[in-house]
Every structure is written in structure tokens, then in C-alpha cells.
């Protein structure tokens, strides 16, 4: 007997979504098209086979050359990350709440923050040290599909294991409410950190993507959104990012008055994603020391250096560069209309994305800002890691589906078409890896001159073409 077929996985999108009723009624196709699809395959009508329509529309459309450039930033940075930490944490006031034997819930995120495994290492070393019985548990609200094993599976591509860290990692969705808002907004907290004798969280502090404030993305949103795992970001998120910061600011302190948080590792990074502060903040103190944090770290972040550009392609996204795949504060485009732009943001028209990160497991979440992308993308989308994530954060743009085409030249020329220039081979385009790493860079020949009037900006190499395989992927 033939043991049954996995239909439902995270890695393959057909597996787990073009299967479903809803998407297999999209298209020509209906059902039947979907439902006898092979798993790794595309249906015929989502498909954009060699020689269809969409070749004859693109295939004149001219690509730019391109030359690599080097943007410098401001550049602060701790030489000795691990010492300083140790440093910090010795000389600091939390040492005195530490006890032996003190259970010690420590949280960690699924963001790809530098030096996060290695500082919350020596946390561990530091609390093992004092007597202390310290275990992880996953701070990170709904990813991971928002079940426990997606969530230790998650840490896991993060650098935090079992083996890695020297203590348990402890994984469940299961919350302990342990209080209540002004508006009766309730407080959720993971329940094995609740149950701990303290709880610590590390995290970045940095602008968030999809509203502004005084507390933005950091250790109060890990308090509440990470830590009150997929209800709690639920909860924060429910009445919509115009009240995000109220909301976020509330149920924080409803969280340190109802549970045991010791404190927050606090860290801030420049724009070569490399630490250059850390800070270690009572609990207490946290919602009055993280605003002047924040307002730090944002004069810190890059953006891209040419502020005006016709089209943006970007190599990959996914949840560990950004949690919305790409970061928005670096490209100008947001997934909510509670942002308004500001000069600082760049002005961009068309934005294409050409590949999810593996380690992102087919969470999605950002490509619906974008505006083409590619088969490629397509395959690795799942709607569960993605959906489950904007069902909990109520960014429901962030998960939309662009123009899909299927190869890398064709998401190129397609973005050129349609950035309303009347010349195509005047385009100003910029290539970029991630938003995590703008000071390398491809911009098109015509932007030379541009590039060399800004002090910052150096030219480092001479206009090649754009080198695609047989396959019309970008190398």
C-alpha cells in the first residue's frame, strides 16, 4: 500500500495553495486545471509560457547598462561586541534582581539581527553564571505559521538551538493573560515564560515599517507582539495601525505590571547592519529610555542613495531581512497608508522582486508592495507562513500577489514598460541585494554623473550589460 501524499507544506506553494478551491477558480483554468496540476508545476492559466503575448510586448523593451557604485555612511560601531556586552551586563543595576536558581525565560525573534544569537549567548553564559536556570523561548508572535514547531524551527534558522544556546528551548502558541488596558485591551504572555521566576527579551530597536511613533519596532513590541505570541500581536494589532503606538505603548506597560520582566537587551545597528550600541534597560524603564533609542537608530538607517529612480530592482526579500520582506524605510514605499513620505524617503515608480530568501520559508509578506515579480517567487510562496502572519498584523496589502512574469529579464523589462518615461533606454533604474545592504550597489549608466556629485558616493567599476542565464535569470 502506497503511503498517502503530503499535500500541505510550507516549502511548495502548489503543494499547500494552488490545490486549495479558491485559487484553483482563478484564471481559465477553474478547478479541474488546478487539482490535476503536478506539485512544482504551474497550472496553464498562470502560466506565461515561451513565445506567449506577454514575450511579444517585452521582448523590444532595451535594458540599461549598469555600474557598481560605494555609498559611505555613518559608520559608528562596537569593535568588541561580546565585551561589551559582558561589560554592560556586569556593571549593570538588573545583576541585583538575579537569584540562584531563578528560572529565566529569555526571548528571542525571527529577524536577522547580526550580533542577536551571539549576544543572547553570553546573556546565558552571564545568567548561568549568577546561579540562574535560564531556557529560550521563540518571541516572535505569529511566524513560524504561528504553530510551536514552525516557530523552533524558525529559531533554529535564526542560530538559536539547543546546541547553539546550551540551555532548552521551550516552544508552545499557549498564552497566560496577565492583564488589562485602560480600554480593556488584554495582555497576553507566552506560557512558559510566564511561568519563569523572570522574563528578558532581546531585540533591535529600529524604525517599524507600517506606522510612526515615539515606540516603534523593539523591546516593547517583542514584549507584547512577540511575546504574547500570535494572540497578543493580534490583539495589538486588531484596531489598525493609526492606533499601533496607543495601543503598543498600553498593553506594554499592562504587560510589565502583570508578568515578570526583568529587562530588555536593547540593540541598535548602523546602516552595514553591524551593532554599534547596546543597551541593557530595566524593565521598568523601558517605555520612557526606548523613544530616545528609536529616534537614534532612525538617524542611523540607510536609504537608497539615488532618491529618484524610475524602476528598483531587488534581488531578495524575506522575513529575516525585514519584517515586511523588504524594509520600507529604505525604499520609500509602505504597505500602509499611515505613513506619510518625507523628503528623506526615495521617490520610486516601480519596484521588482526576484527571489525569496530560503531561510524565510516561503513567507512572502512584502511582495504584495511591490509591483512585478517572477515565477520563481511565485513557486516559493506559502499562503500559510505568509497569511498567517497578515491575518495576525492586519497588512493585508503586504500579502497581495503582483504581476508575475516569468523570468528575471522579463519582471525587468516590464517594470521598464510601464514607469511612464517616454524614452525606455533613459531609464533610472538601481539594482540592489536587500534592503540590508546599500552600500554596493548597480545603478544604470545614465546615473553616473548623479552619483559622482554626491560626496558619499563613489563609482567603482565600469557600465557592463545586465547577464542573464539561459533560463533569463539575472547574474
Known amino acids: 500500500m502506497k503511503p498517502r501524499k503530503r499535500l500541505t507544506t510550507r516549502r511548495t506553494f502548489l503543494a499547500s495553495a494552488v490545490t486549495s478551491t479558491a485559487l484553483a477558480t482563478l484564471g481559465r483554468g477553474g478547478a479541474a486545471a488546478a487539482e490535476t496540476t503536478p506539485a512544482g508545476s504551474l497550472p496553464h492559466n498562470f502560466s506565461n509560457p515561451v513565445g506567449s503575448p506577454i514575450d511579444a510586448l517585452l521582448n523590444g523593451i532595451p535594458l540599461p547598462r549598469l555600474v557598481s557604485i560605494q555609498t559611505t555612511f555613518e559608520r559608528p560601531v562596537i569593535a568588541d ?249 529604505v525604499v520609500g514605499r509602505y504597505p500602509t497608508a499611515d505613513v506619510a513620505l518625507t523628503p528623506r524617503d526615495p521617490r520610486i515608480t516601480r519596484i521588482v522582486i526576484l527571489n525569496i530568501t530560503d531561510v524565510s520559508d516561503g513567507n512572502g509578506t512584502g511582495i504584495g508592495i511591490a509591483d512585478f515579480t517572477t515565477e520563481q517567487v511565485f513557486r516559493k510562496f506559502s499562503f500559510i507562513e505568509t497569511y498567517c502572519n497578515l491575518l495576525t498584523s492586519t497588512t493585508a496589502p503586504a500579502g497581495k500577489i503582483p504581476m508575475v512574469m516569468r523570468t528575471d529579464r522579463q519582471a525587468i523589462q516590464a517594470a521598464i514598460k510601464t514607469c511612464f518615461i517616454g524614452d525606455p533606454r533613459q531609464v533610472r533604474l538601481a539594482r540592489i541585494k536587500n534592503t540590508l545592504s546599500l552600500d554596493r550597489i548597480l545603478i544604470s549608466e545614465n546615473l553616473i554623473d548623479e552619483a559622482k556629485a554626491d560626496p558619499r558616493i563613489k563609482v567603482t567599476g565600469r557600465p557592463g550589460e545586465m547577464n542573464f542565464d539561459a533560463a533569463g535569470s539575472l547574474v
Do not use: W
Open 81 to 329: 561586541v561580546e565585551k561589551t556586552f559582558r561589560e554592560k551586563f556586569r556593571s549593570s543595576s538588573v545583576r541585583a534582581g538575579l537569584r540562584p536558581g531563578m528560572k529565566i525565560a529569555v526571548g528571542a525573534g525571527s529577524r536577522g539581527i547580526t550580533d542577536a544569537a551571539r549576544v543572547t549567548r553570553v546573556l546565558i553564559e552571564e545568567l548561568k553564571r549568577a546561579g540562574a536556570e535560564p531556557f529560550i523561548y521563540p518571541a516572535m508572535g505569529s511566524h513560524g505559521g504561528a504553530t510551536a514547531e514552525g516557530q523552533r524551527a524558525v529559531l533554529a534558522r535564526m542560530g538559536f538551538s539547543e546546541k547553539t544556546m546550551g540551555v532548552p528551548v521551550r516552544c508552545t502558541m499557549e498564552v497566560v493573560p496577565v492583564g488589562k488596558t485602560s480600554t480593556g485591551l488584554p495582555a497576553y504572555v507566552d506560557a512558559f515564560a510566564a511561568a519563569a521566576d523572570g522574563i528578558i527579551v532581546v531585540n533591535r530597536i529600529k524604525p517599524h515599517t507600517s506606522f510612526r511613533g515615539k515606540i516603534e519596532s523593539g523591546l516593547s513590541k517583542m514584549i507584547v507582539i512577540g511575546t504574547g505570541k500570535q494572540k497578543g500581536a493580534e490583539t495589538c494589532h486588531s484596531l489598525g495601525y493609526p492606533r499601533m503606538e496607543e495601543n503598543l505603548v498600553a498593553l506594554c506597560r499592562a504587560s510589565l505590571a502583570g508578568a515578570k520582566f526583568l529587562f530588555g537587551v536593547g540593540l541598535i545597528e548602523n546602516a552595514y547592519h553591524e551593532t554599534c550600541r547596546i543597551e541593557i534597560v530595566p524593565a521598568a524603564q523601558i517605555p520612557t529610555q526606548e523613544p530616545g533609542l528609536l529616534a537614534e537608530a532612525r538617524k542611523l538607517m540607510p536609504v537608497v542613495p539615488i532618491p529618484k529612480l524610475d524602476v528598483l530592482v531587488i534581488d531578495e526579500v524575506g522575513k529575516n531581512i525585514s519584517g515586511t520582506g523588504f524594509d520600507p524605510n
